[in-house]
Nanobody
Framework: QVQLVASGGGLVQPGGSLRLSCATSRTIFKNNRMGWYRQATGKQRELVATITTGGITDYADSVKGRFTISRDNANNSVILQMNSLKPEDTAVYYC?????????WGQGTQVTVSS
């Protein structure tokens, strides 16, 4: 079983910041591309950011310059630092792991951006 435990979501005002983290096993963390997806109510799941085992990152155009994905090697965790948050960022955010056969997602954490 692939364990992906996301945390750090919450309610913030527009322009605020949140830091999400995703804890997984060392084997999953070290051997696979990791990432974050999000799904807003009534919409499809969309890619937010990915990071390879070598630290190469990729971002959706909608979050470039505002979000940063990184690896916390000491804790086998993937971090998503979200700054300058907008109401349209409101969604459930899911941590992901790209394995050889398929992509897996965790339970997710709710992010709500509202005044």
């Amino acid at each position: 079983q692939v364990q992906l435990v996301a945390s750090g979501g919450g309610l913030v005002q527009p322009g605020g910041s949140l830091r999400l983290s995703c804890a997984t096993s060392r084997t999953i963390f070290k051997n696979n591309r990791m990432g974050w997806y999000r799904q807003a109510t009534g919409k499809q799941r969309e890619l937010v950011a990915t990071i390879t085992t070598g630290g190469i990152t990729d971002y959706a155009d909608s979050v470039k310059g505002r979000f940063t994905i990184s690896r916390d090697n000491a804790n086998n965790s993937v971090i998503l630092q979200m700054n300058s948050l907008k109401p349209e960022d409101t969604a459930v955010y899911y941590c992901s792991a790209d394995l050889r056969a398929a992509t897996y997602w965790g339970q997710g954490t709710q992010v709500t951006v509202s005044s």
